[in-house]
């Protein structure tokens, strides 16, 4: 089954550094999405690359997809202590499915 | 800016008790769904809906689990006779009309509390 898996599923940082969290999944997909969860809260959407995208960028975000080894990365730049959150990729929309497959997570921590 | 709404924020009820959670979806969004999250753990698919209809559901979503779209604005998740395990946070999500849009919009989410 397909299934996104984040590392490191811990991150801590200083305000300013960048933050690279990386997944991986096991099956073809159609796209790859990023989430951000603040503790106790709903998901916000952050990007999707879809599966023709190599790399994607959204203001501090940046989004690379390679199929070919089935994995990803989101990295942060210029981290802000506002961007402490868990980050979830999640594939999905494969085959006419409609589910989106959600890895465990980086809980990334960013200190002032 | 349009968001998922959903109510209530959190309940708590006993084992065997029924437990209905309600969701707003976005207005224009035609695709609806629910996944939740134990804590510490994954979020996981439950059902997904189109067209006033299951258009898929997971393992989770066993006989004890039901879905309804009773007017044009609301989506509930109903469980019937809840146990321990499903103590866990309940989020509904809607998408936009959109076949290429994979967006989801996500609600706060409904802790749900079983004793």
């Known amino acids: 089954s397909q299934q996104g898996e984040e590392d490191p599923q811990a991150l801590s940082i200083q305000e300013g550094e960048n933050a690279t969290m990386n997944c991986s999944y096991k099956t073809s997909i159609n796209n790859l999405q990023w989430y951000r969860q603040n503790s106790g809260r709903g998901l916000v959407h952050l990007i999707l690359i879809r599966s023709n995208e190599r790399e994607k960028h959204s203001g501090r975000l940046r989004v690379t997809l390679d199929t070919s080894k089935k994995s990803s990365s989101l990295l942060i730049t210029a981290s802000r202590a506002a961007d402490t959150a868990s980050y979830f990729c999640a594939t999905g929309f494969q085959g006419g499915s409609e589910k989106l497959v959600f890895g465990k997570g980086t809980k990334l921590t960013v200190n002032p | 800016e349009p968001e998922v709404t959903q109510t209530p924020s959190h309940q708590v009820t006993q084992m065997g008790q029924e437990v209905i959670l309600r969701c707003v979806p976005i207005?224009?969004?035609?695709?609806f769904y629910w996944y939740r999250q134990i804590l510490g753990q994954k979020v996981e698919f439950l059902v997904s809906?189109?067209?006033?209809?299951?258009?898929?559901k997971s393992e989770i979503f066993d006989d004890q689990f039901s879905v309804e779209r009773p007017d044009g604005s609301n989506f509930t998740l109903k469980i019937r006779s809840t146990k321990l395990e499903d103590s866990a946070m309940y989020f509904c999500?809607?998408?936009?009309?959109?076949?290429?849009?994979?967006?989801?919009?996500f609600g706060e989410g409904s802790r749900l509390t079983v004793l």
């Open positions: 809906f189109y067209n006033n209809e299951i258009s898929e």
């Open positions: 207005s224009n969004h035609l695709y």
């Open positions: 999500a809607s998408r936009g009309t959109s076949v290429n849009t994979g967006e989801l919009f």
